[in-house]
């Protein structure tokens, strides 16, 4: 049997679509599994033990008939008996036209296993991918596991009790961040229980991982040199996290890490929120009223 899923991003979306991949791979144990998935989480996707190809959406635009065409014959020579689409997008459905007889699982019109109706989108994204793959025959999905992606850290030579810090978010929903100022403080306490803040984020966060370590002697700024992987390496050695809600904390929560989530009126944790026994959620309507205290109170004592 030949299965493709479709999970094309953003970060935390694609983290929580790993339950229901590994759920894919229990179910279809002798199937040949293709993942199709955006640039961003080929490296991700590959060392997934879910998937037997992984292929790169390249996303043409609905108004580029020669990509379009190219991606359709890839779909259709790709002779998928079943497509279980975890992206549910009106793109990833627009799939469901180009791939012919497949059963589809998702929210496409004409889907042989299709997942519609309005409550759907007021369920958190884990409980609306296992009740989509409830009504595809899968029964049992797991909790995001992400320990296969750790990568060895040993050359950024961390050490002793690390508090990882992810003070970013994405560029244009600047209502979504703690303030840096919070982030810095917060750093300076830790340092005081003799934790070492580390500072987890892409170039576009340098900017605070540099105000962070100079407000705090003791903080690593490693903004711009992590893989997806080495950032779960780290969650796997570190004691606590701190972030935004945003996809880095995402994968150290699915690590295992015990991590506080602070969110703003701007998303709604009931919705996207990663789960687990150890995640802590703090929401204000807005950040900046969230005290540095009330963060701190989170963090492991001692």
Not at 29 to 40: C, K, Q, V, Y
Not at 95 to 120: D, E, N
Not at 234 to 240: G, K, N, P, S
Not at 253 to 282: E, F, K, N, Q
């Amino acid at each position: 049997m030949r299965i493709l899923v479709i999970k094309l991003g953003a970060l935390g979306d694609f983290v929580q679509a790993l339950g229901p991949a590994a759920a894919i791979r229990a179910h279809h144990g002798d199937a040949e599994i293709t993942l199709l998935t955006t640039a961003p989480y080929l490296e991700l996707a590959r060392a997934a033990p879910y998937f037997d190809r992984v292929w790169v959406d390249e996303r043409p635009g609905f108004f580029a008939p020669l990509g379009l065409l190219q991606l359709r014959r890839r779909l259709r020579e790709g002779h998928f008996d079943r497509v279980y689409d975890l992206q549910t997008s009106t793109r990833s459905s627009f799939y469901h036209l180009l791939i012919g007889r497949a059963q589809w699982s998702g929210i496409a019109r004409g889907a042989s296993h299709r997942h519609g109706g309005a409550a759907r989108d007021r369920m958190h994204t884990l409980d609306r991918q296992a009740e989509q793959l409830r009504l595809a025959g899968i029964t049992s999905v797991p909790a995001p596991d992400i320990a296969w992606a750790a990568r060895d850290i040993a050359h950024f030579g961390p050490s002793g009790r690390l508090l990882l810090l992810v003070p970013g978010g994405a560029p244009h929903r600047p209502e979504k961040r703690w303030p840096v100022d919070h982030f810095a403080a917060l750093a300076v306490l830790a340092s005081r229980r003799r934790m070492t803040p580390v500072v987890i984020g892409g170039t576009a966060e340098a900017t605070l991982g540099a105000v962070i370590a100079e407000r705090c002697s003791t903080a690593r700024d490693l903004t711009g040199r992590t893989s997806f992987g080495e950032i779960v390496g780290l969650a796997r050695m570190a004691q606590h996290a701190v972030g935004n809600d945003t996809g880095p904390m995402h994968l150290i929560a699915a690590a295992g890490c015990a991590s506080t989530v602070l969110y703003s009126a701007a998303s709604d944790p009931a919705l996207t929120a990663p789960r687990g026994a150890a995640v802590t959620i703090l929401r204000r309507a807005t950040l900046d009223s969230l005290a540095v205290e009330e963060v701190a109170a989170t963090l492991p004592v001692g």
